[in-house]
């Protein structure tokens, strides 16, 4: 992975994080960007080699703005990594309110699509590369009560399979890696909120998703890294168009406590 240049959204804690640190520790280059300043501060205090912009994917602008940024810091790119994702609201589709929805799908799949149309030309330029857009287990199976966020991530796969037709003659190779529930600070959250939603606690809600998965596993996010750098690195030369799933076998996202 040495000397290649990769740029990763939404990269400055959780899963994205986790990302960039196995990049990094790769000896490659990373720009990283994030909505968050304070969580950019921090991973750029631990990380000082890779270089950052806050932005919001779901603005145009802010995208220029991160592109700008990268192409200041680094000579062309290798590697971009659609991270970069919210998990919208929890509700029956007739309670979802629209500016949650029009927020979820601005963020998840939309910035994803504003990332890409400006990677493409810098990835020509460099003879081919890789992308990688961060689905879910959720892109694969229908999911109650999580409208805006299955949406988009079943689009984003839909884009994956897309852009590796289009892309492909150019040397640029297109996977999505859905994980999973991931452990860590962001499904804590998720379980919080759901098990409010639900009146119950949140250590059911925990065990319900637990029993979700085959293997009765949460994913650690190096987990998910790992994948990522094995899909961009040059054993998967020759593999594109994939949505590959790293969930210990998730069986169903049903409705399970009704």
Excluded at 66 to 93: C, Q, R, W
Excluded at 110 to 123: D, E, K, N, Q, W
Excluded at 165 to 179: S, T, Y
Aim: glycine letters at 8%.
């Amino acid at each position: 992975m040495n000397s290649r240049a990769v740029l990763i959204s939404g990269a400055a804690s959780g899963i994205g994080r986790s990302i960039a640190e196995a990049f990094l520790a790769s000896g490659a280059s990373v720009h990283i960007c994030d909505a968050s300043r304070d969580a950019i501060d921090d991973f750029v205090a631990a990380n000082p080699r890779a270089t950052a912009t806050e932005a919001d994917v779901s603005k145009v602008t802010d995208v220029q703005r991160v592109f700008d940024d990268f192409k200041s810091h680094h000579g062309e790119l290798n590697i971009l990594v659609n991270n970069a994702g919210i998990s919208g609201p929890t509700a029956t589709v007739d309670e979802v309110d629209p500016d949650e929805w029009d927020q979820c799908v601005a963020v998840d799949l939309s910035g994803a699509f504003y990332m890409t149309r400006l990677a493409v030309p810098l990835l020509r330029k460099a003879g081919g590369g890789s992308i990688i857009n961060i689905s879910s287990s959720a892109g694969l199976i229908g999911t109650p009560l999580r409208s805006p966020y299955t949406a988009s991530k079943w689009g984003l796969i839909g884009l994956t399979k897309t852009w590796a037709m289009e892309l492909g003659p150019d040397n640029i190779r297109v996977n999505a890696v859905c994980p999973g529930c991931v452990s860590g600070p962001r499904i804590e959250r998720v379980i919080a909120k759901d098990a409010v939603e639900r009146g119950v606690s949140a250590e059911e809600i925990r065990k319900v998703y637990l029993r979700q998965t085959s293997m009765r596993v949460f994913v650690a996010p190096e987990e998910i890294a790992t994948t990522v750098l094995f899909l961009a690195s040059d054993q998967a030369a020759k593999i594109s168009g994939q949505a590959l799933s790293i969930d210990g076998h998730t069986e169903t996202l049903a409705n399970w406590l009704d």
